[in-house]
């Protein structure tokens, strides 16, 4: 089993910034990427971006040139530089890892981008 835990996510007014963090313990060895999704009140669970094990990152087009994904030197610990956030990016923000068939999720942070 593998275990994320999040952190990071909060009130911003557009434009602003936040950092969201994902950390994976427990049977780590063997995850492939790790990223991140988001789900919008009535919307379906969508990709944010995703970070491979050899640091090729992949984006959704919404979020491209805004977000920035990253991951720690040890490999299983991934960051969300969210920049110039807009309302539309508000949601509950999950930290995803597939583990060889397997997909874990984190608990979700919420994200509000609102004056």
């Known amino acids: 089993q593998v275990q994320l835990v999040e952190s990071g996510g909060g009130l911003v007014q557009p434009g602003g910034s936040l950092r969201l963090f994902c950390s994976a313990s427990?049977?780590?060895?063997?995850?492939?990427?790790m990223g991140w999704y988001r789900q919008a009140p009535g919307r379906e669970r969508e990709l944010v971006a995703t970070?491979?094990?050899?640091?090729?990152?992949n984006y959704a087009d919404s979020v491209k040139g805004r977000f920035t994904i990253s991951r720690d030197k040890n490999r299983y610990t991934v960051y969300l530089q969210m920049n110039s956030l807009k309302p539309e990016d508000t949601a509950v923000y999950y930290c995803h890892a597939k583990r060889f068939a397997n997909n874990y999720w984190g608990q979700g942070t919420q994200v509000t981008v609102s004056s």
């Open positions: 970070i491979t094990t050899t640091d090729s990152a």
């Open positions: 427990g049977s780590i060895f063997g995850i492939n990427f």
